[in-house]
């Protein structure tokens, strides 16, 4: 288990507008009150200039939910880790599903991106998970340990600066969430694959994703390798959020 507190990271995905973002987080920040976890929230490239303004003094850190495998240059469309790093943001979002299945990113542009996000002083959320059919087959172990095997191939000892977020693609904006003895018997693998790569394994934040809620994460956030979770949707209402955010500071 990680040994810094609970990360509990919302992913707003492709949602917001200046009105909402300014509701939603002040909402989230005047909340905050019992709040002990490690906090974060990641937005749509557009708006992180006003929600680092509206974050600015507050222990909500913010993140970007993709970064550039490039430095800099003729890359239409894409933003580098310099740019985020203008807006003191923390993290990004690496290899989630939605980007790998509609957007075409392999294991291994999600190794490139991990490895400039971290050249460039930005934590990435490494995202791995299986989608229904690799369960069905039996798949699980095999697909995730893929997945993470390239990240860490291309990163070396550098690996135990990221953090891991396991988001089964099947219970990705389902309503449906993978049991808490599911989620630990993946997160243990991703666990004994980091430890077999770095002395600092303790150190990597695992986190989980999918349909996260107000009633069952603290089930989750309960297992031994969970250390903070991933949340989409429930992310975007101020009270659901802060319910989970209470869930992980017992
Ligand atoms: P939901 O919480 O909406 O299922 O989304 C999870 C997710 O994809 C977070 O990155």
Not at 54 to 68: F, I, K, T
Not at 85 to 108: C, K, L, M, P, W
Not at 156 to 176: D, M, N
Request: charged content about 15%; glycine content about 10%; aromatic content about 4%.
């Amino acid at each position: 288990m990680s040994m810094s507190g609970k990360l509990m990271v919302g992913n707003w995905k492709m949602n917001g507008s200046l009105a909402a973002n300014a509701s939603l987080l002040s909402d989230i920040l005047s909340g905050m009150g019992r709040v002990s976890c490690r906090v974060a929230v990641c937005l749509p490239a557009p708006y992180l200039a006003q929600a680092q303004s509206l974050l600015a003094g507050s222990a909500v850190e913010l993140g970007a939910q993709d970064v550039s495998a490039h430095e800099s240059g003729a890359y239409t469309g894409e933003v580098s880790c310099a740019m985020l790093r203008d807006f003191a943001v923390r993290y990004a979002i690496v290899g989630h599903s939605e980007r790998r299945q509609y957007h075409g990113e392999t294991d291994a542009t999600v190794a490139h991106k991990t490895q400039r996000a971290l050249a460039g002083g930005i934590t990435p959320i490494v995202c791995v998970g299986e989608s229904l059919a690799e369960r069905e087959a039996g798949q699980t172990e095999a697909v995730v340990k893929r997945q993470l095997a390239t990240v860490i191939h291309t990163n070396g000892h550098c690996i135990s600066e990221i953090v891991v977020a396991y988001e089964p693609v099947w219970a990705i904006g389902t309503g449906l969430t993978a049991t808490p003895e599911q989620v630990q018997s993946v997160h243990a693998v991703l666990r004994a694959q980091l430890l077999a790569a770095t002395a600092h394994a303790e150190r990597v934040s695992i986190l989980y994703g999918g349909s996260m809620n107000a009633a069952n994460a603290a089930s989750l956030l309960d297992q031994p390798d969970v250390d903070g979770g991933l949340i989409g949707g429930a992310s975007l209402k101020a009270a659901d959020f802060l319910s989970i955010l209470k869930a992980a500071s017992r």
